[in-house]
């Protein structure tokens, strides 16, 4: 440790002398002239330097004034001359003398200092500190005792004992009043500088400029305590000690304080001062080390301020050209501000000159990056790739090589290149070159490339992975949205609904929010779910801002809203929905409206608004479908002329339009119906010989069959079929007509033939699909006549061979009920389960259904029955096909005997259906009320069956048993009578007819 110059003395004499001159002389008596004289002699000698003179005069005194009160002086001064010449041994023999010979002279304690301060000069530092060490156990004065310590501090320091020289300098400044005090705090500040211990250096030297305030040590501190500061980051303190002493510093120090200044303002984000403090250095010191350091400040701060341009000028001062690091730096941040002053173009050259200059510098990936994301952000795609490509390639342990590989894939994306940019994307996942958080990016930037290419499966699975990945990640809600729409484009319906709600309740503030609702709408609206679909499409419209440029789907929307209300058969509020949007020129919207009114039973309504699309839209794509739509109004409304009419038009304006089939087919039904009934069978066979592809040459085919027998003319039936088959020997349409012609027979009553007929069609027939429907018929004719074995025979044609047609569903209900009645469960059970499986409507279903639980309930498991029933009710509380599983669990009540339950359950079904299942629930009620002893109330219920059910041969005549029995119950027998004659005209050759004769002769018996 160097000591403070002009408080410590360089060499021991120096010390000595100064002692000498400090601490008088001891005089016991007074002295001879002759030895003073010889004594100031010597004294004069060493204080002139003449070192060796002086030791040997005083030596000469004490030889030759052996009593004197100046011996020990006399020998003190030898030792002390005898160091100064080095005569180190001579010294140190004269210095050990006089502390044996005076060991209470007050002098003794300078001698231990002088020879422990020369060992120390010597090199010999533990020897120094030995010998200071006695210094301080005789107990000397404070002052001695201070230096004694100060430099045991510095022999501590010599031999790199550095807590021992700290504990030394402690001990020394604890003599507070001595002049040593400020050196040892001096001193201490600087020991803990030089280790790294600014906390406790920075106390020091407060200690230090607290108590010696005046001191030149404490003044000669200057900046170091401000830099201290500075270097803990204490940038307030900074300032304030830098303004403290800059009135007292030198002109080279108040130099540096400025600039220290500026730096503690910068640091503080005080840009205002900063660039006082930048300036006034600047301006002052051109020439100074600190000058372009303090530019470089100067532009940092005009950047916090946004003055870009500026802080770009005062960059672009900074580099010399010198390409130091500082030079380099300026030039990255010059193009960083040059971009952020617009100027892209000067930037862009910018970043290509660090790039081209510094390819080693600490930012030259940067400057890469930023050229690429301003290439990029110019559409210049081929500068952009080439720039990221680079970054990747030259700098792959760059803390920024994630995000390069992400924008490098964007740009693979913007020229088109999927492959690649998928390779992009991988490769950064697969390196591990991104942070969590970027990695995240990067796993969703490729998910979303999945999506864009339409590969929704793969998108939905990559959005999957990264939310199960992240699940609270910056990406997660627009993982969640991106996965349900994946889900959506995938028909995936359920999921996607699923997501989108999930993405709702989870993200209720996220940015997808009109989105997700618009969408889930549309996922509804997919499902059909239109009651579910409108709150949605609602809340989308409530979020929506007309006119934001993000999300333009409002017309959308609203369209969808409307729909959705017209499929609900809410034609009122569809009609409000359509007409804001017709009044902007939307051409559907204006044909729905038609269609609204016309299923609102408002024909002219509909009427005016098909003109006016005819009239105002002559290119819309609606065009032919308003004006089938307004001949079928027509139709409808039994102007059969004007509605034949529209058709022509339509007919001739677009006569290969799938439109005109149909047009032709209703021009035969307005015929038909007009009874002009060769007419419709020449407009009938119009559209079998026009449009043989069309799926109403069947319908026309079968219209032929109605007409024919309208006018009861079989024969010409029969013999268009021949004409035809001569003309189109080949054509499918022959099959066709032929089993036309059998099941127009069939539906009108025409058993008998039908059946002829169907038999000789199976023979000979190859479509398919018509054998199907002809295998159906065969088994419910022989069904309805009670042959069950045939019955069963062709059904299972059906279910079996033809498994993948239409009639599957019909055909294994019938094969259900057929089992059912024969007592085999089994079979009838899995015949309903085939049905419910391959149902497409919702009464098919229902019925299957209620057969699965009839089945079950034969095989004694109620409990299965009733689960399977309460399932359908559940999902579908209100629905008329749940009709049937009512009537299954008021089967089951009352089985279990609980009649108030079974007679609610009947009571639903019956108001829920207009059906067959409505038809059995009034019977059942009915029956169940009289055998309950409420007799009358069995005959209000069943006398609904005539209005309600006439249709239902099975249930009707049952009803008529039962309530002629109700009638007897209460003794109005001749009702009961009337009841049971019903029975037999209507229903003669039933087993019921049989039991109601029998019934009626135990009456009639009775009364005689």
């Known amino acids: 440790m160097s000591e403070p110059p002009s408080t410590l003395p360089v060499r021991a004499i120096a010390f000595l002398f100064l002692v000498l001159l400090s601490v008088p002389l001891v005089s016991a008596q007074p002295i001879a002239l002759n030895e003073n004289q010889s004594f100031a002699l010597a004294l004069r000698a060493f204080e002139e330097g003449r070192f060796s003179a002086a030791a040997d005069r005083f030596a000469r005194f004490d030889d030759d004034y052996s009593g004197s009160d100046l011996l020990p002086d006399a020998l003190f001064y030898r030792g002390a001359a005898l160091l100064a010449a080095g005569q180190e041994g001579p010294a140190i023999s004269a210095l050990s003398e006089f502390e044996r010979r005076y060991p209470t002279h007050p002098r003794s304690y300078e001698a231990r200092l002088a020879l422990g301060r020369y060992y120390f000069d010597s090199g010999n530092a533990r020897q120094a500190i030995d010998t200071l060490a006695l210094v301080l156990a005789a107990d000397p004065p404070d002052e001695l005792a201070a230096r004694a310590l100060y430099w045991m501090g510095d022999a501590s320091m010599q031999l790199g004992e550095v807590d021992e020289a700290l504990g030394y300098y402690q001990r020394s400044g604890a003599y507070m009043a001595t002049q040593t005090a400020p050196a040892a705090l001096y001193a201490r500040g600087y020991v803990y500088l030089e280790r790294g211990d600014y906390e406790d250096g920075a106390q020091a030297f407060e200690v230090l400029a607290a108590r010696y305030p005046d001191s030149e040590l404490s003044l000669s501190v200057g900046l170091a305590l401000a830099e201290v500061y500075y270097d803990l980051g204490d940038y307030l303190r900074t300032v304030e000690e830098i303004k403290r002493r800059l009135p007292r510093l030198d002109p080279i120090l108040r130099e540096k304080a400025h600039f220290l200044l500026a730096e503690s303002y910068n640091q503080l984000r005080d840009s205002e001062n900063a660039i006082v403090y930048y300036q006034r250095f600047t301006e002052e010191n051109p020439s100074s080390p600190f000058y372009r350091r303090a530019r470089l400040g100067l532009g940092w701060n005009y950047h916090y301020e946004g003055a870009y341009q500026w802080a770009a000028e005062e960059f672009a001062a900074v580099q010399d050209g010198s390409g130091d690091s500082l030079a380099q730096e300026a030039l990255y941040y010059e193009a960083v501000n040059l971009k952020l002053s617009a100027k892209p173009q000067d930037a862009s050259e910018r970043f290509q000159r660090y790039t081209d200059s510094y390819p080693t510098g600490p930012l030259a990936d940067r400057s890469l990056f930023e050229l690429g994301l301003l290439r990029y952000a110019m559409r210049d795609w081929g500068g952009a790739q080439q720039a990221f490509s680079d970054l990747v390639a030259n700098y792959p342990r760059s803390s920024i090589l994630g995000e390069a590989q992400m924008h490098l894939g964007n740009t693979y994306i913007a020229r088109g290149n999927f492959e690649l940019a998928l390779g992009a994307f991988d490769e950064a996942i697969e390196r591990n070159a991104a942070s969590p958080e970027l990695r995240d990016q990067v796993v969703f930037q490729k998910a979303w490339l999945l999506y864009r290419r339409a590969d929704y499966e793969g998108a939905a699975a990559a959005f999957a992975r990264l939310l199960q990945e992240s699940p609270s990640g910056d990406r997660a809600a627009e993982s969640l949205f991106w996965m349900a729409e994946s889900h959506f484009q995938l028909n995936d319906f359920e999921q996607a609904g699923t997501l989108f709600r999930r993405y709702l309740r989870d993200h209720s503030g996220g940015q997808h929010v009109e989105a997700a609702h618009y969408a889930l709408g549309w996922t509804y609206f997919r499902q059909a779910r239109y009651a579910t679909a409108i709150p949605q499409f609602e809340a989308f419209l409530r979020l929506h ?464």
């Open 545 to 1008: 801002q007309a006119g934001q440029e993000t999300l333009p789907y409002e017309a959308d929307a609203r369209l969808r809203l409307a729909d959705s209300h017209f499929a609900l058969k809410q034609y009122s509020q569809a009609i409000r929905g359509y007409s804001s949007l017709a009044a902007d020129g939307d051409d559907y919207s204006l044909y729905q409206i038609g269609q609204a009114y016309a299923n609102a039973g408002e024909p002219l309504e509909a009427i005016s608004n098909f003109r006016r699309l005819l009239e105002q839209f002559p290119a819309s794509e609606w065009r032919e479908e308003a004006r089938y739509s307004l001949g079928y109004l027509y139709f409808l409304n039994q102007e059969y002329d004007q509605a034949i009419v529209v058709m022509e038009e339509l007919i001739r304006a677009h006569g290969l339009d799938p439109l005109a089939a149909k047009a032709q087919y209703t021009i035969g039904d307005a015929h038909f119906n007009a009874n002009r009934l060769d007419a419709a069978v020449a407009a009938y066979l119009t559209v079998l010989e026009r449009y043989p592809q069309s799926h109403f040459a069947s319908d026309a085919a079968r219209g032929i069959q109605f007409a024919l027998v309208a006018t009861g003319d079989d024969d010409r039936s029969s013999a268009i079929i021949d004409s035809f088959a001569v003309a189109n020997p080949n054509s499918p349409l022959l099959d066709e007509l032929r089993f036309r012609q059998a099941e127009v027979r069939y539906q009108s009553g025409q058993a008998d033939q039908a059946l002829n007929d169907l038999l000789a069609f199976v023979r000979s027939a190859q479509d398919s699909r018509l054998l199907s429907e002809a295998y159906f018929y065969l088994g419910s004719i022989y069904a309805d006549r009670g042959d069950v074995t045939e019955a069963e025979a062709y059904l299972k044609e059906v279910t079996g061979r033809y498994a993948e047609g239409t009639r599957t569903p019909d055909a294994a209900i019938k094969l259900g009920r057929i089992y059912l009645e024969s007592g085999r469960l089994s079979p009838a059970l899995a015949s309903f389960q085939l049905a419910a499986s391959r149902s497409t409507q919702p009464e098919q279903r229902a019925d299957a259904v209620y057969g699965q639980s009839m089945a079950l309930l034969g095989q004694g498991r109620v409990n299965d029955a009733e689960a399977l029933l309460q399932n359908v009710v559940d999902a579908a509380p209100d629905d008329e096909a749940t009709a049937a599983a009512y009537l299954g669990l008021g089967r089951i009540q009352a089985e279990r005997g609980f009649n108030d339950r079974a007679r609610t359950f009947y009571s639903r079904a019956a108001a829920a259906s207009r059906g067959e299942p409505g038809a059995e629930a009034i019977y059942r009620l009915g029956a169940l009320l009289r055998r309950s002893g409420d007799a009358r109330g069995a005959i209000r219920e069943l006398s609904r069956m005539t209005t309600l059910f006439g249709g239902y041969s099975e249930w009707m005549a049952l009803g008529y048993l039962e309530q002629a029995r109700a009638f007897a119950a209460i003794g109005e027998r001749g009702e009961a009578v009337l009841m049971y004659e019903t029975l037999i005209d209507f229903y003669p050759e039933r087993k019921e007819a049989e039991t109601a004769r029998t019934e009626k002769a135990q009456i009639e018996g009775d009364q005689k």
